[in-house]
């Protein structure tokens, strides 16, 4: 079992940064592949990035490529989102969720964070 919880979300002018941090509790945190999810208000549930169990490998949606860093410490049992040069339509919740693959499907993630609100003005 796996517990996930996000925070970092806020109020930033467009241009500006955010830093996501989605902290786990359990031991096997460094077993799951981590990944970032963000849903706007009357949309799907979209992939951002993710992060392989160890690190090692990432992965980006187009467009938050090279704005967006995904990176963990499972030390600290945490994976974080970095966030830069954001853009209104970066708008929505964001979700950290845990999965066994770093190529699994949204509906095939195990664990899912409550979310966090991240709003970007213009």
């Known amino acids: 079992q796996v517990q996930l919880v996000e925070s970092g979300g806020g109020l930033v002018q467009a241009g500006g940064s955010l830093r996501l941090s989605c902290a786990a509790s359990?031991?096997?945190?460094?077993?799951?592949?981590m990944g970032w999810f963000r849903q706007g208000p009357g949309k799907e549930r979209d992939f951002v990035a993710v992060?392989?169990?160890?690190?090692?490998?990432?992965n980006y949606a187009d467009s938050v490529k090279g704005r967006f860093t995904i990176s963990r410490d499972n030390a600290k049992n945490t994976v974080y989102l970095q966030m830069n040069s954001l853009k209104p339509e970066d708008t929505a919740v964001y979700y950290c969720?845990?999965?066994?693959?770093?190529?699994?499907?949204?509906?095939?993630?195990?664990?899912w964070g409550q979310g966090t609100q991240v709003t970007v003005s213009s």
């Open positions: 359990g031991r096997t945190f460094s077993s799951y592949a």
């Open positions: 992060i392989s169990s160890r690190g090692a490998r990432t």
């Open positions: 969720a845990a999965a066994t693959s770093m190529w699994a499907g949204v509906r095939e993630y195990d664990y």
